[in-house]
């Protein structure tokens, strides 16, 4: 697969202006089924001038064979982009859209409301901001509107806009909407939600969405848009530590071994001293190589092939990094588990589990809790032979068959989510966040040390074991002059010379010492005969 | 040494890290990769993200490029240069069956031209070649169906797309397992819009067919579209007649499916300048996105890329 050099960059032609960089944001827009959401998209859209003309005609079209809004425009057609959705007026995959205002770029992903497609719905938030959450006016807080809060929150979305749509239909009540936002702020207080905004709306009127509604001038907050616009948007990856998944070892030729990643946390330079996991073993930075010339810097974001200092060897799924803060090594992980699939999880079944670019054999010990999506709180499960079952969620504690790096999902999103294959369907079955770390001595000896010892090209030492060069010393010290005495003892029967028994014994004490400390440290080098204690295999790490 | 690494990174910096982890991932975890070559804007970026991807190493694939026998001329001489110039291999498809029917879509329309040619022919070429993962160009921000597809779109052993079973996709954590005979078609660019497109083209300097840029070309009028006459195939019907005008195209496909556009936008800046401006959308000159307005998700369900 390694098939020689590629030719460098060629010389570049006159750019054109660069484009002014607008700060992104990914949000997403979610709640239960029929509050709106995909209209609420499709109108800002239309309203911000933001669709293209042949959109619109097609729009206006489609609304005639397929839209709910009878002569008008039906805007949830400008999104809803799968003829099953069109048919049935629902949402059923996640749709990215993609527009810029004067102040903004935006992505948003437009996600289902159904139960059933939950899981589309954990796609879009995964990677999303700020989330918008539908409610309806006449419905309030529905399940589905908590499941959905629950699940934006635990995927770390740290923003939420609850939009309070179908205001028309309560009569632009301001009771109707205080009631809703009271009930949600009570309960998203459990949640980890740095900032709410909530909204009341007609999305099919564009009210409060790109225009202030002239119906609610009791509302005196921005509209959607101009919030959306304000938002600060938390882009912390380059202070964390350094994270840096090997996906790709580089290799071209003999002369050239790169390591090839995305830094998903902090920065990297040369000469940085790195930690590589879950070997333990640290190295030096020489190159951060890209086509466009050697970098001096790089940082969280970015996508560059690094080179070390020495030869070691490495391999996809390893982690450098930073050797002050490294990652945890854990073949035990506490995590919560969002179940994606209808068949329902089956405890100590082998799936793979993939964090960063590690795959492994993993099963699933227990599940100890259910996240109640009335509450969002934990409720410590009885029976310990319960699962999840689909669209569940749940504390579970996961044995890996090798240890991994990995970090708690709240320090860092890249390195601290990871996801379950079923090995037969490969389907992807669970997504899951870590919230603890541990590392049974079992796989430290077996799995770790074994392979920092094997790159040593010795075998692997047992430190209780190891003597050090003091103590062969202070050891055949110990030995040497009680012997000596005898030698002298002996040498002074036979002889009745005290001058030549002296010599003869400090002869001798010079010598042996010498030769038993060569010895001693002779044989520490060898294993054979040595038993260790095993430490009990209990599993109290979590 | 690079200085612009210091700055924060630019909308841009982020699109082209995530196409090139993705195309990193895909590489990593499948057997027989390839990349499917269009020879359009999309394509020339996606190559020019996997030159980035693996240097100093190539691009560890080659280049699938499924040849309709009706593409513009200048694109096809334009293929054959960039493959010379990376040096990596191409492959050429054309389905053999569709040249024994002669295949013509101004006689047999767009749907049985695109199904027969295109649809099928990549099929036979990722069957022949058994390649297990397919690159291919499209973005969300192209059309309906395809804003709701996922990076990695896994497809069955028959190449079908399930719309409503797309495995769900988390972070940059790609599922790329599967079994035999199934395959995965990887969109690299998912994420990126027509705007990004040409200021990435324009940031990095590179290359396009000369199609994209306004000259003075041979076209007639059809149905209110602007066909260029690339070649003598193209029988001329009642009352239309050859005109030289200043025309550019914003999409490439197949020369008599392919409308132009009136312009003047002769420079990159020209051609963003009026992108900016636009009331229509890209698609808009393809006549195989007018089969109806589902018509691109049938064709992705039968295994159209």
Redesign the interface.
């Known amino acids: 697969m390694h098939g020689g050099l590629a030719t460098p960059a060629p010389l570049r032609a006159p750019a054109g202006p660069a484009p002014a960089d607008k700060p992104l944001l990914r949000f997403i827009t979610c709640g239960s089924v029929d509050d709106g959401k995909s209209t609420l998209i499709g109108r800002l859209l239309y309203d911000a001038d933001l669709a293209a003309d042949d959109l619109i005609a097609a729009l206006e079209q489609d609304s005639k064979k397929h839209g709910t809004q009878g002569d008008d425009l039906d805007f949830a057609l400008l999104v809803d982009g799968l003829a099953a959705e069109r048919e049935q007026g629902i949402t059923i995959d996640v749709a990215y859209r993609y527009f810029a205002t004067e102040k903004r770029k935006f992505i948003v992903a437009d996600t289902p409301g159904h139960v059933q497609y939950t899981r589309n719905m954990a796609t879009g938030a995964s990677t999303a901001e700020l989330a918008v959450l539908l409610v309806d006016a006449r419905r309030g807080l529905l399940d589905q509107t908590r499941r959905h809060s629950v699940i934006v929150s635990m995927l770390g979305v740290r923003h939420v806009v609850v939009a309070v749509n179908k205001m028309d239909l309560v009569s632009y009540s301001q009771e109707i909407f205080a009631d809703i936002e009271r009930d949600f702020r009570a309960f998203a207080e459990h949640l980890r939600f740095l900032t709410i905004q909530v909204i009341p709306l007609v999305a099919k009127d564009g009210d409060n969405l790109v225009h202030a509604s002239k119906k609610m001038d009791w509302y005196s907050g921005p509209p959607l848009l101009a919030y959306l616009e304000s938002v600060a948007s938390d882009d912390n990856a380059r202070v964390l530590p350094f994270r840096f998944p090997v996906q790709w070892v580089n290799r071209p030729s003999h002369d050239f071994r790169g390591f090839s990643g995305f830094i998903a946390g902090g920065n990297v330079k040369p000469g940085d001293i790195v930690r590589i996991l879950p070997s333990g073993r640290d190295t030096t930075i020489a190159r951060i190589v890209t086509y466009d010339g050697d970098l001096a810097h790089a940082v969280a974001g970015q996508s560059v092939t690094l080179t070390l200092t020495e030869e070691i060897d490495i391999s996809r799924g390893d982690m450098l990094v930073s050797p002050v803060s490294p990652a945890k090594i854990g073949d035990r992980l506490s995590a919560r588990l969002l179940w994606l699939v209808r068949e329902p999880l089956t405890l100590d079944k082998s799936y793979l589990l993939k964090l960063g670019a590690r795959m492994t054999p993993a099963f699933v010990k227990q599940v100890a809790s259910h996240i109640q999506i009335e509450t969002g709180l934990a409720e410590p499960l009885a029976d310990s032979s319960q699962t999840l079952a689909f669209n569940e969620i749940g504390e579970a504690e996961l044995w890996l068959d090798t240890a991994i790096a990995c970090d708690l999902y709240e320090d860092n999103r890249e390195t601290g989510g990871f996801i379950l294959i079923d090995r037969v369907t490969n389907e992807t079955v669970a997504v899951g966040m870590v919230k603890q770390s541990a590392w049974t001595e079992r796989s430290a000896r077996n799995g770790v040390e074994a392979s920092y010892a094997s790159m040593e090209g010795v075998p692997p030492p047992d430190h209780l074991l190891h003597p050090t060069p003091l103590r062969s010393l202070v050891k055949s010290l110990s030995w040497r002059v009680p012997g000596s005495v005898i030698t002298f003892g002996a040498a002074f029967l036979f002889t009745q010379d005290t001058g030549i028994s002296a010599a003869i014994t400090g002869t001798e004490i010079v010598s042996k010492i010498v030769l038993y400390y060569l010895h001693e440290r002779l044989w520490t080098r060898f294993a054979v005969g040595l038993t260790k204690n095993e430490p009990p295999h209990d599993d109290t790490g979590l | 040494?690079?200085?612009l690494?210091?700055k924060p990174?630019?909308?841009?910096?982020?699109l082209?890290?995530?196409s090139?982890?993705i195309m990193?991932?895909v590489?990593?975890e499948c057997e027989r990769p390839v990349m499917l070559y269009s020879i359009g804007k999309d394509s020339a970026v996606m190559l020019h993200l996997a030159?980035?991807?693996?240097?100093?190493?190539?691009?560890?694939f080659p280049l699938l490029h499924v040849d309709t026998t009706w593409k513009f001329k200048e694109m096809i001489a334009f293929r054959d240069r960039r493959a010379a110039?990376?040096?990596l291999e191409l492959l050429v498809h054309t389905n053999p069956e569709g040249v024994a029917m002669n295949i013509d879509p101004t006689v047999h329309g767009s749907q049985l031209h695109t199904q027969i040619m295109k649809t099928d022919a990549l099929k036979q070429a990722l069957d022949k070649w058994k390649f297990d993962a397919a690159f291919g160009g499209a973005r969300?921000?192209e059309?309906?169906?395809?804003?709701?597809e996922?990076v990695l779109s896994f497809r069955n052993a028959q190449h079908r797309w399930d719309?409503?079973a797309?495995?769900?996709?988390?972070?940059?954590?790609y599922?790329a397992?599967?079994?035999p005979g199934e395959s995965l078609r990887v969109f690299p660019l998912?994420?990126w819009?027509e705007?990004d497109v040409w200021?990435y083209i324009?940031?990095?300097?590179i290359?396009v067919v000369p199609l994209y840029y306004a000259k003075e070309r041979p076209v007639i009028d059809r149905g209110g579209m602007l066909i260029m006459v690339d070649d003598d195939r193209l029988k001329l019907q009642q009352g239309e007649t050859v005109q030289q005008r200043l025309v550019r195209f914003r999409t490439l496909g197949c020369y008599p499916l392919t409308g132009a556009i009136e312009s003047s936008a002769a420079t990159?800046?020209e051609i963003?300048a009026e992108m900016r401006a636009?009331?229509?959308?890209e698609r808009?000159g393809r006549l195989i996105d007018h089969d109806g307005?589902?018509s691109m998700?049938?064709k992705k369900q039968e295994g159209y890329f």
């Not at chain 2, 990174?9 to 982020?14: F, P, S, T, Y």
């Not at chain 2, 059309?143 to 709701?148: G, L, N, P, T, Y």
């Open positions: 040494m690079n200085a690494a210091a990174l630019g909308h841009l910096d982020r082209e890290a995530e090139i982890h990193r991932e590489v990593a030159m980035k991807a693996f240097y100093p190493s190539k691009p560890p110039e990376t040096g969300r921000d059309e309906k169906s395809r804003a709701k996922r719309p409503k797309q495995r769900p996709e988390f972070w940059r954590l599922n397992r599967k079994g998912s994420n819009t705007a200021d324009a940031r990095e300097g290359d990159l800046e963003i636009s009331r229509s959308s808009q307005s589902s998700e049938q």
